[in-house]
Nanobody, 122 residues
Framework: DVQLQAFGGGLVQTGGSLKLSCEVS????????IGWFRQAPGKGREGVAC????????YYAPSAKGRFTISYDSAKNTVYLQMNSLKPEDTAVYYC???????????????WGQGTLVTVSS
């Protein structure tokens, strides 16, 4: 079974930084993608960033581009989301997810991690 465990959320002031981690286990596919999503109060879940494990391509939502960086440490089987210049509108529960294929959605969802809450105070 694919298992993902996300952590690293917390309370930060506007302009601050946080680094989220997503530990991944049980992945046996040669080609897969790991993405970060978020869900703000009263809103739907949206994609934030994604990394293709096969070719290392990175994808960012417009709201994340230039402020967030997704990376993968293969030795630790961990995907990170470095978030800088945080804004109150970044407040949300952040989730990581794994899918077969790549970040274009051409595969199947393999699993979600539990959410980790990020709160940005103004």
């Amino acid at each position: 079974d694919v298992q993902l465990q996300a952590f690293g959320g917390g309370l930060v002031q506007t302009g601050g930084s946080l680094k989220l981690s997503c530990e991944v286990s049980g992945l046996t596919f040669d080609s897969y993608a790991i993405g970060w999503f978020r869900q703000a109060p009263g809103k739907g879940r949206e994609g934030v960033a994604c990394i293709n494990r096969s070719d290392g391509r990175l994808y960012y939502a417009p709201s994340a581009k230039g402020r967030f960086t997704i990376s993968y440490d293969s030795a630790k089987n961990t995907v990170y989301l470095q978030m800088n210049s945080l804004k109150p509108e970044d407040t949300a529960v952040y989730y990581c997810a794994a899918a077969s294929g790549d970040c274009t959605g051409n595969g199947s969802l393999l699993g979600w991690g539990q959410g980790t809450l990020v709160t940005v105070s103004s």
